[in-house]
């Protein structure tokens, strides 16, 4: 365990191909290690998710101009990277790229009918018919609205009845021990992925070769430019536009906590490099903890644009075409995902195999994508990070102009 996460996926992947090479389709069984840890995944996040935003709405305080203006700014860069990811996706096309992956997928030589949605039957479902039934499905959207409701009635409560104030203490108490302990769980799972990852690179080295494995450069590829449209293009223009600040000394600045999430693969265990970065820019404290400590589970756009991307390159290795509806119900899951277990190693991986599970995808190819996260999962890191600095520096210059302003 003293060897970072990503030697040890590396390592895995060396182990697994030499042992697929020398079994050969003997290795097969192996790949039942993949499907047992993304199916572990899925059992726990569902918990962990609802915790979670109950938790956001016991602790967050949102109060003035500056907070709507981060919510508002937050929400639109979420947009636009959940439209590029799904833009890049259906443009590209990268899960057709390679017949190896598909066989793998499973995917059929016939056209599949689009998968279209009803939007009554998708509403009607929000409404569970018991508390369990959404942690049994898995359903996240019904998961987020009994979150919500929860969460709202004890701030409603702890503002309306002082008495119950210790009362509501007590819950709030509980509550974030909860999302610890779903937290503490989903760490363990998350070390066992280089065995997934072993067995899983054993199982389809011996029984499809190198081929797959090649399918995996477009996706990767096609990633990594989504992710760069959205930090060298997005970003800029908030700087330049909306922020006032030169670039050059933005990027300066900047460096440090960048790199710091390329090698930590967490913006959140980079929180402390950033604050340290943001004050040296000149952002006031007000604005950088607003930003990014307030805003740390809405300034996720690496999450959110790798996913939606990540849901359709799925769809096209099964040969599962997606009408527009269920898009947008993809997009939409991805958000209230993203943001609600934001905070958690390998997020974007776990929410992930929620959204495919509300969308009624096979999560068959997760194994086979976890070769490769580790990669991925630090440049959303990056995106990530330079996403809480913008907004920062954003909330700066417009509390400024309130400053400034005599009224």
């Known amino acids: 365990m003293k060897l970072p996460f990503y030697a040890r996926i590396l390592v895995a992947i ?53 907070a709507a203006r981060m919510v508002a700014v937050s929400l639109i860069n979420a947009v636009i990277a959940l439209t590029i990811g799904l833009l890049l996706s259906n443009l590209l096309r990268p899960g057709e790229a390679s017949e190896a992956l598909r066989r793998v997928a499973g995917a059929s030589g016939a056209p599949a009918p689009a998968q279209k949605l009803d939007f009554s039957r998708v509403l009607s479902g929000l409404i569970p018919t018991s508390i369990a039934e959404p942690f ?33 203490a007590t819950i709030e108490h509980s509550v974030a021990v909860l999302l610890r302990v779903f937290e503490v769980i989903l760490f363990w799972i998350i070390a066992l992925v280089p065995f997934a990852v072993f067995g899983v690179v054993a199982q389809i080295v011996g029984q499809h070769g190198f081929e797959p494995f090649a399918g995996l450069l477009p996706y990767v590829g096609v990633a990594l430019l989504g992710l760069a449209i959205q930090v060298f293009v997005v970003y ?4 330049v536009l909306a922020a006032r600040m030169p670039l050059r000394r933005f990027w300066t600045h900047a460096r440090d906590p960048v790199v710091y999430a390329l090698g930590a693969s967490s913006s959140l265990a980079t929180l402390p490099v950033t604050l340290r970065s943001l004050d040296r820019l000149g952002v006031s404290p007000a604005s950088a903890r607003l930003a990014a400590c307030v805003g740390t589970n809405l300034n996720n756009d690496g999450i959110l644009l790798y996913e939606a991307f990540a849901v359709l ?29 934001a905070g958690i190693p390998e997020a974007g991986l776990i929410s992930l195999a929620l959204v495919l599970g509300t969308v009624g995808l096979p999560v068959d190819l997760l194994p086979l994508l976890l070769t490769v996260d580790w990669l991925l999962s630090r440049a959303r890191a990056m995106t990530n990070v330079t996403s809480d600095m913008v907004v920062a520096s954003v909330l700066e210059r417009y509390r400024e102009k309130d400053s400034a302003d005599p009224r």
């Open 14 to 66: 060396a182990a697994g191909v030499g042992l697929g090479l020398l079994a050969g389709p003997r290795a097969a069984p192996l790949g039942d290690a993949g499907r047992l840890v993304i199916t572990l995944i899925k059992a726990f996040a569902a918990p962990l998710l609802f915790f979670a935003i109950v938790d956001a709405f016991l602790r967050t305080s949102f109060r003035g101009k500056s």
């Open 136 to 168: 049994v499905e898995n359903t996240i959207l019904t998961i987020v609205v009994l979150a919500v409701l929860i969460g709202a009635a004890l701030r409603t409560v702890r503002a309306r009845a002082p008495e119950e104030a210790a009362a509501i």
């Open 236 to 239: 800029q223009a908030w700087l």
């Open 313 to 341: 390159f799925v769809a096209q290795a099964h040969g599962i075409p997606l009408d527009l509806s269920s898009q947008i119900l993809a997009a939409l899951a991805c958000l209230v995902a993203g943001i609600g277990i």
